[in-house]
């Protein structure tokens, strides 16, 4: 199949040069397993499990065959004053694998709807309690948190904020980001330790400069996933959720990219053992096969929204979309938790993680331009000197070179990472990696 049998007159892609994709394009006719098939008919090892979504690998029988058995059966009901039984067994099920009393499951479409979801339900939580001036939000440098004004604003990707900063909200602060690439440039499944406390900053001049008392929420990636995959430092997390209960606000987990697997864990939380207020899930809840996001709340959420005394005809938290809850999308996620659990791809995401980590640190270490290395998880990061004048260009030549020989990868500004299927094999791993850093040394 020649590129000349698809028509690029009218698709504008999204987060792509579409200049340049143009005259090169990379187009996916199929999936089964570990690869693509492109239009030429090659085969590409899928490094990214299509951008942290497909956990137990393409073309999954036991979740095609619910989609299609739902579609027979409920194609789709309204969800408003109404709701259908796949919502409400998939909810039950997220809120079984989500730790603490995290008991309530609002569902949208993505994460970026998750991320404005959550941000609605910190400000309408403090009004219920009588504390509506709590409205200030903290977010964090190269937080990234989708692309609604809120999770935009909140967010801290520097070309979001370019174009779009003249539009968000008015009352948001960010901590200081946690990557120190002098001290911690290379990371082995292991949580960087600091010398300094970073969060002394959030105590000592964010917060008394809004006042606690103003502040509704933080919210933070437990990973820094779409920045280049950074680590939190020992304890950070810890430490967060102390702080924000020692001043009444909530904690929010942004874990579209860490929860379902990619951690070895059910979610980021169970593995850093904290607990947040909330925490907004995506992506490897359907393997990707169909929009699907949400948030978890704790029971204490719900409860102070439905203490009320408005009448019961009344809604409690005026906010949902078309889609929550869609009946089909609700059925891919049963499915797809039902296989990540009998599979126990969960455990061996962190089994297969170890393998990629050594991969990692054994081979690009020493490699031309290379200045950091990350691993945790199944997901690990190789971080480029930049070329001057040109941020991004080599690790954006490189993702092109090895896609030319059979393997995708990310890039993410300088930085490349490889976070595969939790089905990957070491053969996968070994193809991946060795594809990239023969281009790293062809890109030297």
């Known amino acids: 199949m020649a590129t000349t049998d698809f028509n690029m007159d009218n698709h504008w892609l999204p987060f792509t040069p579409n200049r340049a994709f143009k005259k090169a394009p990379r187009i996916f006719v199929g999936a089964d397993g570990m690869e693509f098939t492109t239009h030429d008919g090659r085969k590409v090892v899928d490094g990214i499990s299509s951008l942290w979504c497909v956990g137990a690998g393409h073309n999954r029988k036991p979740i095609n065959e619910a989609i299609k058995k739902q579609l027979d059966t409920l194609d789709y009901a309204t969800a408003f004053?109404?709701?259908?039984?796949?919502?409400?067994?998939?909810?039950?099920?997220?809120?079984?694998?989500?730790?603490?009393?995290?008991?309530?499951?609002?569902?949208?479409?993505?994460?970026?709807?998750?991320?404005?979801?959550?941000?609605?339900?910190?400000?309408?939580?403090?009004?219920?309690?009588?504390?509506?001036?709590?409205?200030?939000?903290?977010?964090?440098?190269?937080?990234?948190?989708?692309?609604?004004?809120?999770?935009?604003?909140?967010?801290?990707?520097?070309?979001?904020?370019?174009?779009?900063?003249?539009?968000?909200?008015?009352?948001?602060?960010?901590?200081?980001?946690?990557?120190?690439?002098?001290?911690?440039?290379?990371?082995?499944?292991?949580?960087p330790e600091w010398q300094e406390d970073i969060l002394l900053e959030l105590e000592n001049r964010i917060l008394p400069l809004h006042d606690p008392s103003n502040v509704a929420a933080v919210i933070v990636e437990p990973v820094a996933g779409s920045a280049g995959w950074y680590l939190p430092p020992k304890g950070y997390l810890k430490r967060l959720r102390e702080i924000c209960d020692k001043h009444g606000i909530l904690l929010i987990f942004d874990e579209v990219i860490t929860g379902f697997g990619r951690l070895g864990t059910n979610f980021g939380a169970d593995f850093y053992g904290v607990v947040p207020d909330m925490l907004t899930f995506a992506k490897c809840v359907t393997n990707g096969v169909i929009p699907l996001g949400g948030v978890v709340c704790r029971d204490k959420l719900y409860e102070a929204m439905m203490k009320t005394d408005a009448p019961e005809h009344v809604i409690e938290f005026f906010h949902g979309y078309t889609y929550s809850g869609h009946p089909v999308a609700c059925a891919a996620a049963i499915a797809t938790?039902?296989?990540?659990?009998?599979?126990?791809?969960?455990?061996?995401?962190?089994?297969?993680?170890?393998?990629?980590?050594?991969?990692?640190?054994?081979?690009?270490?020493?490699?031309?331009?290379?200045?950091?290395?990350?691993?945790?998880?199944?997901?690990?990061?190789?971080?480029?000197?930049?070329?001057?004048?040109?941020?991004g260009k080599r690790a954006y030549d490189i993702f092109v070179d090895c896609f030319n020989n059979g393997s995708l990868v990310r890039p993410a500004g300088d930085v490349l990472v490889i976070a595969p299927p939790y089905i990957v094999e070491k053969s996968h791993i070994d193809r991946l990696v060795n594809t990239l850093a023969d281009s790293i040394r062809k890109h030297a």
Do not use: W
């Open 81 to 191: 004053q109404a709701s259908n039984d796949q919502a409400f067994k998939a909810a039950e099920m997220i809120a079984a694998l989500a730790p603490g009393d995290l008991n309530k499951v609002l569902f949208c479409n993505s994460g970026s709807e998750a991320a404005d979801t959550a941000l609605k339900v910190a400000l309408a939580y403090h009004r219920a309690r009588g504390e509506g001036h709590r409205t200030v939000f903290i977010g964090r440098e190269k937080g990234y948190h989708g692309v609604g004004f809120g999770g935009m604003s909140v967010g801290g990707i520097p070309a979001n904020r370019k174009v779009f900063g003249s539009a968000f909200l008015p009352r948001v602060d960010h901590l200081r980001f946690i990557h120190d690439p002098v001290n911690n440039a290379y990371i082995h499944h292991q949580e």
């Open 337 to 391: 938790l039902e296989l990540l659990q009998k599979e126990a791809l969960f455990q061996r995401a962190g089994e297969m993680g170890k393998v990629l980590g050594d991969a990692f640190h054994s081979t690009f270490k020493g490699l031309p331009n290379v200045i950091g290395i990350r691993s945790m998880g199944l997901a690990a990061a190789v971080e480029l000197a930049p070329i001057a004048g040109s941020p």
